[in-house]
């Protein structure tokens, strides 16, 4: 078992990539294994990097964001990822449904940051106390499940796609899925045209019927 949280550090600047590596370097129970501004192969470095736990500036687009954060659950899914993110509800929802363990404000403090990575590492959620309330409406506001669809594995769908799957079954266009999820209409339709392009089809409904066992 691990005395020391190997963490990898993403953040677009220089400086801040250092500023957090100096403060991780100054903890005897945790040390830095990476660091990188965004690449296209980063789920590839930190998995080879056995990190337990990313440390990652939400900087990029949003959308490159959420592809990146699917890649992770893909590639490394052992590894833990820490955001640090915008006060903004829709960001924080849509981060936690790719997949993140913790999210922190981007004032937080260096002792936020480092209480974060190691209540993650311990297997815990963190997330700032307004957002708290936040994620209790998005749950207690989804409608009952519909019945589960078993999929098969092979197709290649991601985790997000493969819940798409019963919402489509049902009828429903982006925007419902989207309202449904929390989500923006424009990545509901980016991830069903990914659907369609990894299936082979031309048609949502024919997504409904590949994916099927």
Sequence with gaps: MRTRVRVFLLAGHRLLREALGRTLGKRTDMFVVGESPVLPDLAS???QSEADVLLMDAFMSHSAGLQMLDDMRRLCPRTKVLMIGMEDERMFLEAVQSGVAGYLFKDA???EVVAGI???AAGEAV???SLCMTLFKAVAGRKAPAPRITLKTELGLTRREQDLVPLIAQGLTNRQIASQLNLSQQTIKNHVHRMLRKIGVDDRLAVVEAAKA
Excluded: E, F
Aim: one cysteine or more.
């Design 109 to 111: 403090s260096a002792i």
């Design 118 to 120: 190691r209540a993650i």
């Design 127 to 129: 997330c700032p106390s």
């Design 45 to 47: 470095l930190v998995a």
